[in-house]
């Protein structure tokens, strides 16, 4: 019998699907039916410090507009949809009373003090772990990339410090060395790294002349990108690897694993299968598994990562070198055109 439990950031997980953090994970019904759908683990919804900053100054904006009440009015409390983050604790809170599988929290600040200050205030919740989220918005001409990295090493050395729950990074794809970015984020403390963070970019309505955003769901060649940097990282960092785009079915989850990760995040194919995708997703990497003969996940994680197949070129770009050289494939792709 096949057993695919596996081990991120010093947690068991019953399997390596771990949902990531989306509206898929913002209330106690949905985190419910995901536990009960069979993943390994959830990143609950992210807590954003601009969205807090917004609710603060709303509030504070209604508390203004009733200095001049009177006794007669009809109510003396305003009508406040949200009050700060105490509201997003509070429904991690009752999230981990309700699920026994690991339960992660999610963090986007701004400021080095305001990722210290959240991050003790989620580790009280009862979290297993924190998922602090980097990403870097170039607006500034001036400045310049090493800056950036100094400060999100120092947030996290900080974050580290104060907590004792694990932490993992999820990144960018778009730092000039992105193995040595990884390879620093371990060596400060980081105790996974999810690989990568994918964003929403702006479209052009072209008819409208105006900007547009839209949600695009991630497409399987997109994992292509975590897989190459899981390859080149397993065995190289203490952290462990958290592949984290496109995973759509349970062949997904062993490339991921052969190639060195421990888990994977799973969000795009929720939406498009439901929840109840996480299922068949078991049902296929249990049946691959079978198939090759593994009886655990550590008999084949990081078995075609660079380290292990002994190739001095692998993961790299004389791959693509070797593919525009073959006479073979170059055949079949002009028998396309």
Same mark, same amino acid.
């Given at each position: ?5 596996? #081990? ?22 949905? &985190? ?9 683990? &959830? ?20 508390? $203004? ?13 305003? +009508? ?27 963090? +986007? ?12 205030? =989620? $580790? ?5 772990? &924190?998922?602090? %989220? ?26 580290? /410090? @104060?907590?004792?729950?694990?932490? #993992? ?7 000039? %060395? ?5 390879? !620093? ?7 996974? =790294?999810?690989?990568? %963070?994918?964003?929403? !970019? ?34 190289? @960092?203490?952290?462990? @690897?958290?592949?984290?785009?496109? @995973?759509? +079915? ?16 799973? =969000? /795009?194919?929720?939406?498009? %299968?439901?929840?109840?995708?996480? #299922? ?14 593994? !009886? ?11 380290? +292990? ?8 770009? #004389?791959?693509? =070198? ?16």
């Amino acid at each position: 019998m096949t057993d695919i439990k596996t #081990s991120y950031l010093g947690l068991e997980l019953q399997n390596p699907i771990i949902v990531g953090a989306s509206n898929l994970s913002d209330s106690v019904e949905k &985190i419910t039916k995901l536990q009960k759908a069979g993943v390994g683990a &959830i990143v609950f919804k992210s807590l954003f410090e601009e969205q807090i900053q917004l609710e603060e100054m709303e509030m504070e904006q209604e508390m $203004e507009a009733y200095n001049e009440r009177h006794a007669e009015m009809i109510s003396l409390f305003p +009508n406040l949809k949200y009050a700060g983050p105490e509201v997003h604790l509070q429904m991690i809170r009752e999230v981990r009373k309700a699920v026994s599988i690991p339960l992660i929290a999610s963090i +986007n600040a701004v400021y080095s003090d305001s990722w210290v200050e959240y991050a003790k205030k =989620v $580790e009280k919740t009862g979290v297993d772990a &924190i998922e602090i %989220n980097f990403y870097h918005t170039p607006k500034d001409f001036g400045v310049a990339g090493s800056v950036v990295i100094e400060e999100q090493l120092d947030i996290l050395k900080r974050i580290k /410090s @104060i907590v004792s729950i694990p932490i #993992s990074v999820k990144l960018s794809p778009f730092y000039a %060395n992105q193995l040595e970015v990884i390879s !620093q984020m371990s060596m400060a403390g980081a105790d996974g =790294v999810v690989l990568f %963070n994918r964003f929403f !970019q702006p479209d052009i309505d072209v008819e409208e002349e105006r900007l547009i955003q839209r949600i695009t769901l991630s497409t399987p060649d997109e994992m292509l990108l975590p897989l190459k940097f899981t390859g080149l990282l397993f065995g190289h @960092i203490t952290a462990d @690897i958290c592949g984290g785009t496109a @995973i759509s +079915n349970g062949q997904d989850i062993a490339k991921m694993v052969l190639a060195g990760a421990s888990a994977v995040q799973v =969000v /795009s194919a929720f939406y498009r %299968n439901k929840i109840s995708h996480a #299922s068949t997703m078991i049902k296929e990497l249990e049946m691959w598994m079978q198939r090759k003969g593994y !009886q655990n996940i550590l008999d084949f994680q990081g078995k075609l990562s660079k380290k +292990n197949i002994n190739l001095p070129f692998a993961y790299q770009r #004389s791959q693509y =070198v070797d593919i525009l050289l073959n006479a073979e494939y170059l055949l079949k792709q002009k028998a396309l055109i």
